[in-house]
T-cell receptor, first 114, second 112 residues
Framework: NAGVMQNPRHLVRRRGQEARLRCSPM?????VYWYRQLPEEGLKFMVY????????ESGMPKERFSAEFPKEGPSILRIQQVVRGDSAAYFC????????????FGPGTRLTVL | SQQGEEDPQALSIQEGENATMNCSYK?????LQWYRQNSGRGLVHLIL?????REKHSGRLRVTLDTSKKSSSLLITASRAADTASYFC????????????FGKGTRLSVIA
């Protein structure tokens, strides 16, 4: 009865490299959400996906960031050409129904850009 | 517009005391949720209260919601050192398909 899983837990990248963050939702959940958290801040919504569809990407930066949730496998948040300002904790959550349902969070991926 | 402003920003109490945290928001909501985050960890869902509910209990937690004042409070009774964490409220605005909006949180320290 695993919860939401994220990997890696910690990721270090140099400026200009790509970062790939993975999220496996809870069993039976088909709705995935990505959030970013800066130190001493709350979570900021980035993107909401269902299987093979992006439902809401209003919180995603227009450039360098992309997300997918394929039919098979985990959801991926990809950050291309990372910059120091991308350093943050990235959390994934999943729910069984739409966004009014309770969201269950993973442990997060802490990205550090050197 | 920003939702979910918690108050106070930080709270320090003795073990056994009650802790009260408040959350204010600006627009109509479908529901309001409270989460806990231990340092360096993910968020743990505590309780969800819907817009047509006024109070909800879960163990030592009591949540109230006043939609006329657009505010909610989280009360933790008989606090323990293990309750030390940051507590966030998150609002699900209505109508429409807007995402959850989190506040900056209240950092609670319970001293043994």
């Amino acid at each position: 009865n695993a919860g939401v899983m994220q990997n890696p837990r910690h990721l270090v990248r140099r400026r200009g490299q790509e970062a790939r963050l993975r999220c496996s939702p809870m069993k039976g959940h088909s709705h995935v959400y990505w959030y970013r958290q800066l130190p001493e801040e709350g979570l900021k919504f980035m993107v909401y996906l269902q299987k093979e569809n992006i439902i809401d990407e209003s919180g995603m930066p227009k450039e360098r960031f992309s997300a997918e949730f394929p039919k098979e496998g985990p959801s991926i948040l990809r950050i291309q050409q990372v910059v120091r300002g991308d350093s943050a904790a990235y959390f994934c959550a999943s729910s069984g129904a739409g966004k009014t349902d309770t969201q269950y969070f993973g442990p997060g991926t802490r990205l550090t850009v050197l | 517009s920003q939702q979910g402003e918690e108050d106070p920003q930080a709270l320090s109490i003795q073990e056994g005391e009650n802790a009260t945290m408040n959350c204010s928001y600006k627009t109509s909501i479908n529901n309001l949720q409270w989460y806990r985050q231990n340092s360096g960890r993910g968020l743990v869902h505590l309780i969800l209260i819907r817009s047509n509910e006024r109070e909800k209990h879960s163990g030592r937690l009591r949540v109230t919601l006043d939609t006329s004042k657009k505010s909610s409070s989280l009360l933790i009774t008989a606090s323990r050192a293990a309750d030390t964490a940051s507590y966030f409220c998150a609002t699900d605005a209505s109508p429409g398909n807007t995402p959850l909006v989190f506040g900056k949180g209240t950092r609670l320290s319970v001293i043994a």
